[in-house]
């Protein structure tokens, strides 16, 4: 909920950039990769300290069992994809909504 947040947001706060882009020619990709520029940097960093923290966490959990299981990287991986599988269905979703406005729409205030 909290990423959906901040693309909408993101989304209004740009909205005369987005229609002086689309009248300019951008297509769909390159308004797409304005949103992602603002976001991915944010994502990296919070993979990163949460998988950190929570690999360190975890392993020092389990070893407090007898029958104990390694947390290996594939268990990391599957993780992190997951998590950019939703961020990519969640923000996608709206970025396509906010990309797809009519220029003259959102232009015509001014």
Sequence with gaps: MGLYGLTD?????????????????????????????????????????????????MNQWLDQFAYRIDIGWQIIALTISIVFLIVGVSMGYRSILAARLNPVDVLKDE
């Design 9 to 57: 947001y993101i989304a209004n706060a740009k909205r005369k950039e987005l229609g002086v882009r689309k009248v300019v020619g951008a297509n769909l990709s390159q308004l797409l990769m304005t949103f992602v520029k603002e976001v991915l940097p944010t994502l990296l960093l919070a993979l990163l300290i949460s998988g950190t923290i929570s690999f360190v966490l």
